[in-house]
């Protein structure tokens, strides 16, 4: 079942020990979407050889903010899971399907995180 998926663009927080900035919080900007009240990422990197930077932060730093709120970073791990919610994210964003097919020849697999509230 499809719950609210929208491409929206918002600000996660989360503490890196890999930014090379002296500030011990780190922002970007993403686009995510829901499955039902919690908000999914997409480590995508535009279809990049390389897993963006939030991927590492969150695997190392899974306690993040994301707007107003407090969440937990889970990496999305079951096939039958993964294969749903990339179907979601490829109808909030059809360059997603673009992004996979550039990163399957390389072997890439395209991280999601799964937010829920603390």
Do not use: W
Not at 13 to 28: E, F, V
Not at 93 to 107: E, L, Q, V
């Amino acid at each position: 079942m499809k719950f609210g998926s929208t491409q929206v663009r918002h600000r996660v927080k989360t503490d890196s020990r890999y930014q090379p900035a002296p500030k011990s919080r780190l922002q970007r900007q993403l686009t995510y979407f829901h499955d039902g009240t919690d908000p999914i990422l997409i480590a995508s990197n535009h279809g990049g050889p390389k897993h963006p930077q939030r991927y590492y932060n969150l695997k190392a730093h899974p306690d993040c903010q994301f707007g107003d709120e407090k969440f937990g970073a889970t990496e999305v791990t079951d096939p039958g899971e993964y294969a749903r919610l990339y179907g979601l994210a490829e109808d909030v964003y059809a360059g997603y399907s673009d992004y996979r097919a550039k990163t399957a020849p390389i072997g890439r697999h395209i991280p999601m995180f799964r937010l829920t509230p603390r």
